[in-house]
């Protein structure tokens, strides 16, 4: 395992710089690497960063989201086996913005991952692009 590994809540809590770099190697690079099953990696990828934290509350998992970059995360609605989440932020804007085509694979995967432990149930999260709102709804579903 990787020393950085060990770290990931620390790197997402003393490392916040812009993000055009992360956009060109998640955008561009991991796609061009991962070919046609990029996007089940990246959900996967996710859910393995979320391991590497013990997660309590909602609002660490809202602040993992702010520190990293990948925008401002909402609690919307709540139902007996469904949760609701909203990402926005600049970066999210900007995103919509652009030619990129973009997915949310990696933070679906990881709110997936940070569900399951706080809820103590097996979740999935899928995710919907809402580019008029320049939003990002998740819906984490509770698969037991």
């Given at each position: ?97 652009s ?8 933070e ?12 103590g ?24």
């Open positions: 395992m990787h020393h950085n590994l060990n770290m990931t809540d620390q790197i997402a809590e003393q490392l916040q710089t812009t993000g055009s770099g992360y956009d060109l190697l998640r955008y561009v690079c991991l796609p061009d690497l991962l070919g046609k099953d990029a996007t089940t990696i990246l959900y996967v990828l996710g859910k393995n960063i979320a391991r590497q934290i013990e997660w309590q509350t909602f609002d660490q998992v809202a602040d993992f989201f702010n520190n990293t970059g990948w925008g401002s995360l909402t609690d919307i609605k709540q139902k007996r086996s469904e949760h609701i989440f909203e990402l926005t932020g600049p970066a999210i804007s900007q995103r919509m913005k030619d990129l085509v973009v997915d949310y694979r990696i679906a995967g990881f709110l997936a991952e940070a569900f399951q432990q706080l809820k149930k097996p979740c999935e999260c899928s995710e919907e692009i809402y580019p008029k709102k320049n939003t990002v709804a998740f819906h984490v579903l509770y698969t037991k």
